[in-house]
């Protein structure tokens, strides 16, 4: 639409004489149906609503540029990372997971860090968090989680059973669980928060020498959190208080930036790493492969209308250029299909071609075509090959060398070298005191919710981590610590069957 057109007029430009006043006949009359545009104003309405993303429905986001600042080029091809001082276009936008499209920004919930590169060689999306970790390590678990976060279907409400009864049967969530209840699960905005691409990607260079990559984008505008008080109260007096804020820092011309970092981690020190580098549930320990700098993120414009450019923004894990690519990470495998499919479900099979989406710099040319909304779609030859002038694939040189695969196909349960360790370790050596006494005091204050066998079980989650953890856990629930002990010796499956 034309915001600047001065006469008022129909979706299709005809001039509209008067839009205060429906034709009826006579004064008092019922209304006519030749009044098409009473009737084409009334039925947009009715259509204004798209539906919500399952998860990520609460978001806002902001255009900017990322600059290459050290030149990593000889692990990877992409074209946008050729050089120190390139500069590529970018959407950001940032969400909460589990509420709705108008749920408050405060909540305790991971956060979403979406980042797209509008690059020459198309569109890259990093499609990450606020956390270096995840709850889940396989797709497969991924619709359930996210059931067990989000309304009980009976009562149309959050659900404290279901929340913790499927972490506490899914143990390998407790690292996760661990951060969204330390300070850092309630951003105090979302310039004040770090994102990580938390799955490990990898990196290919022109000579098809591969590197495996994690990305870390820290904030420059420092961490900044909220306690659970300030975030309960800012709940009913500002829900949309992050969204607010990066609106009117960017207004004010206070961009925000990060500076992103990549873990680089060759090959072969994957092989036999005391780590599973495919496992989102754990991070990569700085010490053993540490943070190198790669560039600036810089956000500097806001969205002229939120609907059309954040709404409408899809993400998708599975948007790579040359240069980078999946890793067998479980979770992210799934992920590759999912997002695409949501957005086909959301947007439409033509969402690509909404100019937030586009690929700006590297215009599609392909022989897809037609569908819902298509907007060109081009006039040439319509398959491939063709011996018409059609555009024609670009050659070996831009798709990732092939590598080995073998194994037996069946569906193998993770085999973690442990799932508590790293718990452990962020309250032992991360945490300061006050950060411990916020952790427990939060956990407590949500546990305290559910029934009494899923705070047992919750609390031998927590004390499997670290054994003060998990006593001071029980203690402010008013458990009997020497149970927690006593269960905590079981195996899961013991466990599990003493607390159902
Ligand atoms: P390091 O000692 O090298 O770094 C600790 C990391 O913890 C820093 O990246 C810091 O982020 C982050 N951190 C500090 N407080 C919190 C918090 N309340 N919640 C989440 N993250 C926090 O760590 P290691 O690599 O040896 O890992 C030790 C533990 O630190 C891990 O088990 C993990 O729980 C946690 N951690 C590690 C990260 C990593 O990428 N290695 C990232 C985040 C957490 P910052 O520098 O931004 O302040």
Redo the contacts with the bound molecule.
């Keep these: 639409m034309n915001q600047k057109k001065e006469t008022l007029t129909t979706a299709f430009g005809a001039p509209v004489a008067d839009d205060q006043n429906s034709i009826t006949a006579g004064a008092d009359g019922p209304a006519l149906l030749q009044d098409v545009k009473l009737l084409e104003k009334l039925a947009h309405f009715n259509r204004e609503r798209i539906p919500e993303r399952v998860v990520h429905a609460k978001g806002a986001g902001a255009h900017g540029y990322f600059i290459v600042t050290n030149d990593l080029s000889r692990y990877t091809r992409a074209a946008f990372l050729s050089e120190v001082g390139k500069r590529t276009d970018t959407f950001v936008r940032f969400s909460t997971v589990g509420g709705g499209r108008d749920s408050a920004d405060t909540e305790r919930d991971p956060r979403g860090f979406a980042v797209k590169f509008y690059t020459e060689e198309g569109n890259y999306d990093l499609v990450g968090n606020n956390?270096?970790v995840f709850f889940i390590r396989d797709a497969m678990k991924f619709p359930d989680f996210i059931h067990s976060q989000k309304k009980n279907p009976a009562t149309n409400c959050k659900d404290p059973d279901m929340f913790w009864d499927f972490l506490s049967l899914t143990p390998e969530s407790v690292?996760q669980v661990t951060?969204l209840f330390?300070?850092?699960g309630v951003p105090f905005s979302y310039r004040h928060m770090?994102g990580y691409g938390s799955h490990t990607f990898k990196w290919y260079n022109e000579a098809g020498e591969f590197v495996w990559v994690k990305y870390?984008i820290?904030t420059d505008q420092g961490?900044r959190t909220l306690s659970e008080t300030e975030a309960v109260k800012l709940r009913g007096e500002d829900p949309d208080h992050a969204t607010r804020d990066l609106y009117r820092a960017i207004e004010k011309g206070e961009f925000p930036s990060w500076t992103v970092y990549v873990q680089v981690i060759p090959p072969g020190a994957a092989m036999d790493y005391k780590w599973n580098i495919f496992d989102v549930t754990k991070?990569?320990?700085?010490?053993d492969f540490p943070l190198q700098e790669l560039g600036k993120l810089v956000l500097n414009r806001n969205p002229e209308n939120y609907f059309a450019e954040v709404e409408q923004a899809a993400f998708n894990p599975g948007s790579l250029v040359p240069g980078i690519a999946a890793s067998p990470d479980k979770l992210l495998q799934g992920r590759l299909f999912g997002y695409h499919d949501a957005h086909l479900h959301r947007l439409g099979p033509n969402y690509h071609q909404i100019p937030i989406n586009q690929s700006r710099n590297s215009p599609e040319t392909n022989y897809q075509r037609d569908s819902y909304m298509q907007q060109g779609g081009g006039s040439g030859p319509n398959y491939w090959p063709n011996t018409m002038g059609g555009p024609a694939p670009a050659g070996p040189g831009v798709e990732e060398a092939g590598f080995d695969v073998s194994g037996h196909a069946a569906r193998h349960p993770f085999v973690p070298a442990d799932d508590y360790k790293?718990?452990g370790?962020?309250f032992r050596?991360?945490?300061d005191e006050p950060?411990r006494e916020a952790l427990v005091s939060n956990i407590v204050g949500h546990l305290k919710g559910a029934l009494g066998r899923l705070q047992l079980r919750s609390s031998v989650m927590f004390f499997k981590a670290d054994e003060e953890y998990g006593r001071r856990v029980a203690e402010g629930l008013g458990l009997n610590v020497a149970r927690i002990e006593e269960l905590a010796a079981m195996s899961h499956e013991e466990l599990v069957k003493a607390t159902s």
Excluded: E, F, Y
Aim: charged share 25%; net charge positive.
């Design positions: 956390t270096p690292h951060i330390s300070d850092r770090n870390h820290k961490n991070v990569v320990p700085h010490s790293q718990a370790d962020l050596k991360v945490m950060r």
